[in-house]
């Protein structure tokens, strides 16, 4: 099987997954978060590259989709357990499950989809593993995890974070709807949407390091921009639409594997 253009960028992305978990060897946790955030870059552009040069195969989608598992999976759960551990300071126990926890729910997402995929015009079914991981960098390194514990001198103030891993795993193999860029309806809202969250990564960035001294504000501000995706967007899909959708579940779940 030949290589293409897409597919080594699509392996930026596993490289990017690969150096996250090889950060926290040497204690960089914030930059093994970044590495994430970059893996999506990689991610992101690897579509365009193919659309670009009219570069579309099977195998490229395969790649984009083991490739995931290895950034949008398995290194948030890394992330996740040296938070815990060494951040948090929880028993390694408690830290080992909250990390196995998003890996082992990944790997059943995949396999499920790999036997019978799911799909509808205008939903991701389940959240997408990539505002998943974008979510766990976010929130590992947000104000809510790094200064509030600290300034309040509670230590079960980690029992936040800790239950918020718990429930945003969960989505990854929940049947709930999530808005897809891909789908008709909502071009609008989706476009603006998507410019305000491109936008704000190199905002977030630049801003952080020039005004704060400090590059990491961006977590904030993604954790901000995914908690309103999560929670708040699927507020504007007409209810019709939001019906067929149920239905289409409904169908698909009465399916036998």
């Not at 150096?19 to 093994?32: G, I, K, V």
């Not at 300034?151 to 049947?175: D, G, H, K, R």
Request: charged share 15%.
């Amino acid at each position: 099987m030949q290589m293409k253009l897409k597919d080594w960028v699509t392996l930026g992305n596993l490289f990017c997954g690969m150096a996250s978990m090889a950060a926290l060897l040497f204690d960089r946790f914030q930059l093994a978060s970044f590495f994430i955030l970059f893996g999506f870059v990689f991610d992101a552009s690897d579509g365009l590259v193919a659309r670009l040069t009219k570069q579309f195969n099977k195998f490229g989608g395969e790649l984009d989709n083991l490739c995931d598992m290895i950034s949008y999976s398995i290194a948030p759960g890394f992330l996740v357990f040296y938070a815990f551990y060494f951040k948090a300071d929880y028993p390694l126990w408690a830290a080992g499950l909250l990390g196995f926890f998003p890996i082992a729910v990944g790997t059943i997402r995949a396999a499920r989809y790999n036997v019978r995929r799911a799909s509808y015009p205008g939903f991701f079914v389940g959240l997408p593993r990539t505002a998943f991981a974008l979510f766990m960098i976010a929130l590992l390194n947000s104000a809510l995890f790094q200064d509030l514990a600290d300034n309040l001198n509670n230590q079960a103030i980690y029992l936040i974070p800790a239950a918020m891993v718990f429930v945003i795993s969960y989505m990854l193999i929940s049947t709930r709807g999530f808005i897809s860029h891909h789908g008709p309806g909502w071009h609008g809202m989706i476009l603006w949407g998507t410019i305000f969250f491109l936008a704000s990564i190199p905002v977030g960035i630049i801003g952080g390091w020039l005004f704060l001294d400090d590059p990491g504000f961006i977590f904030d501000m993604l954790l901000f921009d995914l908690l309103i995706y999560m929670f708040v967007s699927d507020l504007f899909v007409p209810r019709e639409i939001k019906v067929k959708y149920k239905a289409y579940i409904k169908e698909w779940l009465a399916q036998e594997d």
